[in-house]
């Protein structure tokens, strides 16, 4: 990058203001169609270093009624949260260009640099690596990324800070940092040369170069979104349908009254763990129709208070998801001050129906399981236990009943001509289901496989799966 | 209420769960529809009477992946913040189901019962009739409300407290009330009564009774959903239309040099005063197109950092927008830690384009100014200046000014189709800015009209009410 910026040169403003507008508004009309991309920006750096300045010479040269610009002030990370639960609201839809002054990295800044807390070299870097990642994935979802990191040497600063207006200083306190001391200073350039390889540096000692920059390498990234086809390797591997799939057990019909002792326990049981546990717990159900995640669901939270946990049905997404990437309405769903939360089908169906009904590419489908699994380590090292139920029943079974729902009054509601037409590609959902398992089943989210053509053996074995992966953790 | 209740009859649960389904799926299906309707469901009470379990079981009699559950611990209102802003998020959309244990009532007696800060009558009362007259506007917009209070007597609640699981405890240290002491019972009894004549009481003592009362009467309301048509009285009175907006002034051109001078002290003055406000400030602008709304946006915001503020560019709704309340959208925007909200067209579009191209009926637009006056008065009342802004164009310069705009290459893309279509019905526009002006000019949100044919003039004019309306008050 360094080679590049030496060699730019100043332009004429109203031609980069023009030619900024005209990439600005291509990539306003791109939305809906397929080359629909939408633009994130990342600004941090040393403070007084211009970044807002230049953010702000950037929203006059640009229609500044499409900018948007969010600047939240840093935070600790807190065990809880992913590093991006809070700015997933904030990822901008197709078409947009949206600022971010507060993101992941000056958050991992700001905790790093705590000093009561210090931050292992070895900790930070798995973060940034993360956090690469996440990028990654934001790309070959038509969310382009591009960094600035705004520098400033110690002189220069702290000649800034001699002549500060004092009307002004209210940004300064936001950073928490002392930035008279010098040994903050050096600990802070030390930790973001771990991470700013892949960022575009801004010297901030030139107030024209600086916003002339920042601008030309944004006109640069607008203008020349990649196309980031990151095709999986090879051919693609069918995974077998395994045994109980194709074959769900179905156990013999259980004493009623042995039954009803037993779901009595377990549900107690189940609620009590949820409770103590001092993670939140996610619940995944997928499976075919009437495969029983209602009625699987019923039972987890039969002892729980209607106010300890929440139910997302997932189905179409809205229009308004769409021009997003397709986990985002996950990533929104997931609440930190949630304890339990239950999922009446996931972000699976990229890997299931959409793969299924070619709502997704081939590209987009096969890349989705490692986006997925990535999705859930996250969840999982913000103290999230991840549970996955794949339900599998008979096709006869489900025939019996889709029958039994048409017969009874209080049931009707539950089957429609689409259920029908999904048990027609009966066998291509079990493929799927089957690369899913194969590709998904991770130690930090398994999937638990629940024959259920017994729908009281079933529940209780859903019941017991979620105690084991409670105690076994 | 109190008659109806004790006629009530106990029913076969299984015929109470099946009419209770059905209700809930014709609410369902009716989303998109002219019928179309939510149901919000405010549930608040004495500790222990049985709230959580009404709930839960009222969950096992729907279709409990249709019911959504929202639960906020009480909170004390503070004095940035209107009553409904942190609910507004959760107002169901069309079709659906939301029952809220939190909501502004539990809000409204946290903050009454606060010992050290007691609330007046008065002011109380103020709050409930201001609640009420909010949620009138929610079903005028098709949100059904229901109210019910889960009533105990003293002697229970003692009893209920004594034979307590320790295990359950932690659901009854949410209300921050000591719930042995008698005095503390009778205040929140005599308070609650000031609001409860609107609530459906259920008496939590008897369990079955408590269940099946909560049910039947939601049963009742998503079936009977009642046609709210609050018509305005007598015939639509025409506004005549201001001579400001026939004929906007059209000042001399200024001196330049004077101009640059002036704008430079005003910006700066200006930026200087929002920042020192204690108050929030929304700043609306709405006029035709081409009236300058954008330029004065720049110059408001010239001598702010980017992170101070934040433009909203309002456009059509989206599908999911369209699905609750039409201010809805609006209601979201609001940030209470948001210094700093410019609307650059703003909530009068359903007074504006939404009357003149019928999106919004009679009725409804007729209606939308009381709407629109509580609004912001709620606003005004949480500590947020709303400065409203019409800015007035000749239509003859209007036309100089699209046609400057086909012609300079960075302005084209601000002229569309769109806006020479809009130009053909100038004179229903100005007699729908004329009522506007009549009936939503307000002591806490006035209009400021601003003639924009010499532009300079037009940019200063807006910066000097900003100053005047923030130093007014």
Chains 1, 2 share one sequence.
Not at 1 to 20: G, P, R
Not at 62 to 81: C, S
Not at 90 to 115: C, K, R
Not at 428 to 445: C, E, F, G, I, P
Request: glycine share 4%; with cysteine.
């Amino acid at each position: 990058m360094t080679a590049k910026q030496n060699q730019f040169q100043l332009i004429d403003e109203e031609q980069l203001s023009l030619q900024l507008i005209e990439a600005q508004y291509a990539l306003k009309e791109s939305r809906g169609k397929s080359n629909a991309k939408s633009q994130l920006i990342l600004v941090s750096g040393i403070e007084l270093a211009g970044k807002g300045e230049a953010v702000k010479q950037l929203r006059e040269w640009l229609d500044p009624r499409y900018l948007r610009v969010k600047a939240d002030p840093p935070r600790m990370f807190n065990h809880q949260e992913t590093f991006w639960q809070s700015y997933a609201r904030s990822i901008p839809a197709e078409g947009q260009i949206m600022v971010m002054f507060g993101n992941w990295y000056s958050d991992l800044l700001s905790t790093a640099m705590h000093v009561s807390q210090p931050m292992d070299e070895t900790m930070f870097d798995e973060y940034v690596e993360n956090m690469r990642s996440f990028e990654q994935d934001l790309k070959n979802n038509n969310v382009e990324v591009v960094k600035f990191w705004f520098d400033l040497s110690w002189r220069s600063l702290q000649k800034r800070l001699d002549t500060l207006d004092p009307s002004e200083v209210h940004w300064h306190k936001l950073h928490g940092l002392d930035w008279r001391n010098k040994k903050q200073y050096d600990s802070l350039q030390k930790l973001r040369q771990r991470f700013s390889n892949d960022w575009i540096i801004i010297d901030g000692e030139d107030e024209t170069e600086r916003d002339q920059l920042f601008a030309q390498q944004i006109l640069r990234a607008i203008q020349h979104c990649p196309v980031h086809l990151s095709k999986a390797k090879g051919r693609w591997q069918q995974a077998a349908v395994p045994e109980a799939l194709l074959q769900p057990a179905a156990e013999a019909q259980q004493d009623d009254a042995e039954y009803k002792k037993e779901l009595k326990r377990l549900t107690k049981k189940v609620s009590e763990a949820m409770r103590m546990d001092r993670r939140n717990v996610v619940i995944a159900f997928e499976g075919m129709d009437a495969a029983g995640k209602g009625g699987a669901i019923k039972r987890i939270v039969k002892q729980l208070d209607p106010r300890e946990y929440e139910i997302y049905t997932i189905g179409a997404p809205e229009k308004y998801e769409l021009s997003r990437p397709y986990q985002w309405r996950f990533w929104n769903k997931i609440q930190p001050d949630e304890k339990i939360m239950i999922f009446d089908r996931t972000w699976y169906g990229r890997v299931l129906v959409e793969r299924i009904e070619g709502f997704a590419n081939e590209i987009e489908w096969q890349r989705a399981y490692d986006e997925i699994n990535r999705f859930e380590r996250d969840l999982s090292d913000s103290n999230t236990v991840v549970i996955k139920f794949w339900l599998a029943i008979s096709k006869d079974e489900q025939e019996l009943r889709f029958k039994a729902r048409e017969e009874t009054p209080h049931k009707r509601f539950k089957i429609t001509a689409e259920d029908w037409r999904n048990r027609e590609r009966w066998d291509d959902y079990l493929k799927a289901a089957a690369d899913m398992l194969s590709r998904t089943h991770t130690a930090y989210a398994p999937w638990h496989v629940v024959a259920t053509n017994d729908k009281k053996t079933a529940r209780l074995d859903v019941l017991r799966a979620i105690l084991k992966q409670l105690k076994a953790e």
